[in-house]
């Protein structure tokens, strides 16, 4: 067996911005296989399998692990010029990049080496698990917190392909900084000629998410400050009298060369912002959704929410000069002070220092929905088919001490001590009300679906990304205003297919999940305030095939001691969990 080791150092946190490079990852991009090789003009290929393998059935054996260690951390950090505190992997936000192929296995050590927080876990956003389900990183759900000061490894396959991030779980840490990105190379449905890696639209504030919890829990979310494109932003403290306003951040910067294609992975890790990427003066060809490959469709904009991925590819074509890269906020979707701001630079000459001049013909979105669903058509076609019989679920609100989401009347609280999959592996098969627990088993049939419906009655008008953890799902509609019942207009034919979309405000979002992962999965929203108010449930699949071996019990086991010396810690557990 091959070993690749990825050892990745602690660093110093400073009051400068905390960023990767920004880096071509093209001398990295040959797969193993050899029948096939995948370049810049054959990015279909990959080795023995390519675009058209059904990823659902087939992974590539690689006989290859690639091995990393995070080190979670607090520090100082001013990533727009604004000092405060940040959570991160390794001393960096975003943190490091975890590269793997298609068919490798991943072992990932993370150490929580933060000394004035609770525990941690962290989840690998649209990762089925499949036969993993112990390290989907959900506290409460799959696992307890990791304990400051102890360690937890996290192993699984990579039966997936595409762009997506790591984050804590644990509450509102991702907000603080602590997450990284997730490359998964395998074939594309259109070729490029460099792999840019990894590009992320975030919010930011000046006050720690922490802190303006005690804002958000009343009902109203807070208003941030700011946007930071891949780690870094300006924000103006001329004539500001605030210590913190230290200045000398800088805007995200990145260097085309004439007649090349670059692949962008676009990822919104956002607490509460859909965004609308855009590059002045350039075409965006969009070839992925999520970890699913789709037809290739051209588009000036990408809309994109929380937790959603997109691949493009962005040709360099225009005369050359110095463009604008828009994060381009959807003002309507969010609550920011300077969401005009949210830039970057695309530079033809890497000698330049000039701002652009360019301006967009972008016209600006007024909605807080997906990219158009009838564009985003999966390469591999897959139809739904036997579609059960529908379990509806019902969005409202509750007024209990603070404001709360509710799936049915019950709004998700978890105890991190006592996760799910420690009742299942227990044997129990009745669980905690507030847990949220809807069990899903299959009947005999082939394949099997289990159908989720989720109606908005709330009555707020707030739109909702909506992510399935150990699946992806079929969208059958996202539609909105109320559902009557009827399912002849849902659309079964090789449906958009993906792991978080948009439940329309005051209206219902339909989708459909194979029953073929056994384990506890999470479905919540992904706006961080609604995950952390309980908007949230649980899917218990085919519970009796739940199994964990002795090794990764062991591991099960060993995090569950340290928490349960550790909790509750200096900050007592205040929301959902999540």
């Not at 190379?185 to 990894?198: F, I, K, M, Q, V």
């Not at 993906?498 to 479905?523: S, T």
Request: glycine share 10%; with cysteine.
């Amino acid at each position: 067996m091959k070993l690749t080791l990825f050892s990745l150092v602690a660093a110093a946190l400073g009051s400068q911005a905390l960023s990767i490079p920004y880096h071509s990852l093209e001398t990295s991009l040959q797969p193993r296989q050899s029948n096939c090789e995948n370049g810049p003009d054959s990015r279909n290929c990959w080795g023995n399998f390519s675009i058209d393998t059904n990823y659902y059935d087939v992974t590539p054996d690689t006989g290859n692990t690639v091995e990393y260690w995070l080190s979670i951390e607090e520090g100082d950090c001013a990533p727009d010029g604004y000092q405060r505190t940040c959570m991160t992997f390794n001393g960096t936000v975003p943190g490091p990049t975890i590269i793997a192929d298609w068919g490798d296995n991943l072992v990932i050590h993370v150490t929580n080496n933060m000394q004035n927080t609770n525990g941690t876990a962290i989840h690998w956003h649209g990762l089925r698990q499949q036969g993993s389900v112990e390290y989907d990183g959900v506290p409460g759900v799959t696992q307890c917190p990791i304990a400051p000061g102890q360690s937890m490894t996290y192993k699984f396959r990579v039966t997936q392909y595409g762009s997506t991030w790591y984050h804590s779980h644990f509450t509102l840490q991702y907000a603080e900084g602590l997450f990284g990105g997730m490359i998964l190379r395998g074939p594309a449905t259109a070729n490029y000629d460099e792999d840019l890696g990894s590009l992320f639209l975030q919010d930011w504030g000046h006050v720690e998410a922490f802190t303006n919890w005690y804002t958000a829990r009343k009902g109203a979310p807070p208003a941030l400050d700011g946007g930071l494109i891949n780690g870094t932003n300006t924000f103006d403290c001329s004539g500001s009298t605030d210590a913190n306003c230290v200045g000398g951040g800088k805007k995200f910067e990145t260097v085309f060369e004439s007649g090349k294609k670059y692949l962008l992975r676009l990822v919104n890790v956002a607490v509460d912002g859909v965004f609308q990427f855009s590059i002045d003066g350039h075409t965006l060809t969009v070839i992925s959704t999520d970890l699913v490959p789709i037809v290739p469709y051209t588009t000036d904009s990408v809309q994109i929410t929380i937790g959603q991925r997109y691949e493009v590819i962005v040709e360099a074509n225009a005369t050359p000069g110095d463009y604008w890269l828009r994060g381009g906020w959807v003002d309507t979707c969010s609550n920011n002070r300077n969401s005009g701001n949210m830039t970057g630079i695309v530079r033809y000459d890497n000698s330049s220092t000039a701002d652009p001049s360019s301006s967009s013909t972008v016209v600006a979105s007024t909605n807080c929905l997906d990219e158009p669903i009838q564009s985003l058509v999966p390469h591999l076609a897959l139809d739904v088919t036997n579609a059960p019989t529908i379990t509806s679920e019902n969005l409202g609100i509750l007024f209990d001490s603070y404001f709360k989401w509710t799936i049915n009347s019950s709004s998700l609280l978890l105890d991190w001590a006592n996760p799910t999959l420690e009742h299942i592996l227990n044997g129990d098969s009745i669980f905690p009300t507030e847990y949220n627990v809807v069990s899903v088993e299959p009947s005999g049939t082939d394949p099997e679906w289990a159908v989720l419906l989720i109606q908005d009655l709330s009555g707020i008008g707030l739109a909702h990304p909506i992510h399935l953890h150990g699946h992806d799902f079929w969208i059958l509609a996202q539609t909105a205003g109320m559902f009557d019942g009827n399912t002849t207009a849902f659309n079964t034919v090789n449906p958009a297919r993906r792991d978080v979309a948009v439940l329309p405000a005051n209206g219902y979002l339909a989708i459909a999940f194979l029953l073929d992962n056994p384990g506890a999965w999470l479905v919540h929203c992904h706006i961080a305030w609604h995950a952390s108010e309980g908007l949230s449930l649980e899917f218990v699949e085919s519970q009796s095939s739940i199994t964990v071996d002795a090794a990764d019990k062991t591991v099960f086991d060993d995090t569950c001691t340290s928490w349960g010396g550790f909790a509750p810690g200096p900050f007592p557990q205040d929301d959902s969990g999540i």
